[in-house]
């Protein structure tokens, strides 16, 4: 498979595996912001909704209960695991669309192996859904398979 694609994966599993004040937050973060820059570019969609992404409720006033702590935690590694997603998915959509291998920006080189077909067909099926949760066990049936 394809590195860029391998590190995104090793990213999406260790954000799953966050839990609350867990120290690797801002390691985590701040490697997913440098390889952004690296594979989508400084200017990428992808660092602005990074970027939005939080893992601490704001203090309005007073100090928030534990729950809100762990409500707005849970909810930044949710999305800090969309995003991650989206990201492998439009590099999986560059192997598709590009002669079946990715192309590195920065060195206009190919690199990665060749898909066939029928691998990046079941790669892609559309989910329709009213929230995230609801089908993450259907996609990561498809996603493994």
Known sequence: MNKKIILIEELIHQAQELENDDKRIDYITMRVKM?????????????KQLSSIRFKPSLL???PPRSAYLERFNG?????????RVMKEELLLDVYFNNSQLID??????????????EMERKFQVFISSTYT?????RETV???
């Open 76 to 84: 930044g590694r949710d999305k800090l695991v969309n995003l991650l």
């Open 105 to 118: 920006n920065s060195s206009n080189k190919q690199i990665g192996a060749n898909y066939s077909m029928n």
């Open 35 to 47: 390889i952004i820059g690296k594979f989508f570019g400084e200017e990428s969609k992808y660092l």
């Open 134 to 138: 609801d089908l993450i066990k259907e």
């Open 143 to 145: 996603v493994m398979a």
């Open 61 to 63: 006033s007073g100090t």
